[in-house]
């Protein structure tokens, strides 16, 4: 099955509003999509508009994206001392150093030197084989993707809802091979003007073949639900 055809699957099923986004981290040159200067929110925002993106170091603009996605090095000594001292007192996110070092620390560590550049672009777009899929959705949407993700296994997401969006809605997935279902953080939803009742969920695209196939068989896909007699109400 072409990504074009998973990608018309996902949007018919669930009646999509943004398209579902392939990620690829790769060290391989590529042409398509446009390379320019942006942030890693950002292209998720145009990505799920359409548009695809090629980033790497040099046109990544947001530090802590490029700190989380792997083109530079944690910061450490003054510029950590700078870094701390935007979040706690400029964007007010954590309400001290120690917070913000246990957001640091106690998830999954940061995609560091992991790869060259990362594509973002919609699934139907994609030419490289997608890392993991991205999707925008909706409370019920969400609740159906999920159901359909652990439909054979039985095994559940393990959420990670804080730290920069792209953490939350990327590195997770990517490092720990996990599904994740995120909110983001208030700054980049507010920048961005991702929509109010958006939600981000990240599934290893190991894992999309299988939650495809479960469409057929799930209530939360195409099957209709049957109840028996004695589970009826009289």
Not at 15 to 33: C, H, Q, R, W
Not at 67 to 84: D, N, P, Y
Not at 154 to 172: D, F, K, N, T
Request: include cysteine; glycine fraction near 6%; charge should be negative.
């Amino acid at each position: 099955m072409s990504y074009k055809e998973q990608a018309d699957i996902f949007k018919k099923t669930f009646d999509l509003k943004y398209e579902p986004m392939a990620i690829s981290f790769t060290n391989e040159e590529v042409s398509s999509g446009r390379y320019e200067k942006t942030s890693i929110c950002n292209a998720m925002k145009q990505a799920s508009e359409g548009e695809s993106f090629t980033i790497d170091e040099d046109t990544s603009t947001c530090p802590g994206g490029s700190q989380f996605c792997g083109f530079s090095e944690l910061h450490s000594g003054e510029k950590k001392r700078r870094l701390q001292k935007f979040l706690t007192k400029g964007e007010k996110l954590t309400s001290s150093i120690v917070s913000f070092e246990r957001m640091q620390k106690l998830g999954v560590p940061p995609t560091t030197d992991l790869a060259d550049r990362i594509v973002i672009t919609p699934l139907k777009k994609a030419e490289l084989r997608p890392d993991m899929v991205l999707f925008l959705v909706n409370a019920e949407q969400v609740c159906r993707l999920i159901t359909l993700d652990t439909y054979w296994d039985g095994l559940s997401p393990e959420q990670q809802v804080i730290g920069a969006l792209c953490y939350q809605a990327i590195v997770h997935t990517i490092m720990s091979g996990k599904t994740n279902m995120c909110v983001g953080d208030w700054t980049a939803r507010s920048h961005q003007g991702f929509e109010p009742d958006v939600i981000f969920l990240s599934v290893p695209y190991e894992r999309i073949h299988n939650l495809i196939a479960a469409i057929p068989y799930c209530s939360a896909g195409d099957a209709e639900a049957v109840i028996p007699e004695e589970f009826q109400s009289d």
